[in-house]
Nanobody, 115 residues
Framework: QVQLVESGGGSVQPGGSLRLSCAAS????????MSWYRQAPGKERELVAT???????MYADSVKGRFTISRDNAKNTVYLQMNSLKPEDTAEYYC?????????WGKGTLVTVSS
């Protein structure tokens, strides 16, 4: 029932920007905190940003000041605006929602930052 579909990934040069979107369905979107994770080749999946139901936000230190997470409850969509991209931001980016102890994931969208 729960479905998360990421989009907006692609290739960009260092210093460039991308905006990722995650379309959610199958649950009452506005009640839940939403998160973005990423996983680079050979590395562990890491939490990038979280936006709570009340729209407070939290960011990993590595992206703070460059990335912005936001949500549009009317569209059941969470966004990740990524500015000043660096090669180390290259990763598969995943949308996530947690219902208590149960985690739901999208299939990911690839972001490649290279010159």
């Amino acid at each position: 029932q729960v479905q998360l579909v990421e989009s907006g990934g692609g290739s960009v040069q260092p210093g460039g920007s991308l905006r990722l979107s995650c379309a959610a369905s199958g649950f009452t979107f506005s009640w839940y905190a939403m998160s973005w994770y990423r996983q680079a080749p050979g590395k562990e999946r890491e939490l990038v940003a979280t936006i709570r139901a009340g729209s407070t936000t939290m960011y990993a230190d590595s992206v703070k000041g460059r990335f912005t997470i936001s949500r549009d409850n009317a569209k059941n969509t969470v966004y990740l605006q990524m500015n000043s991209l660096k090669p180390e931001d290259t990763a598969e980016y995943y949308c996530n929602v947690r219902d208590g102890g149960v985690l739901y994931w999208g299939k990911g969208t690839l972001v490649t930052v290279s010159s």
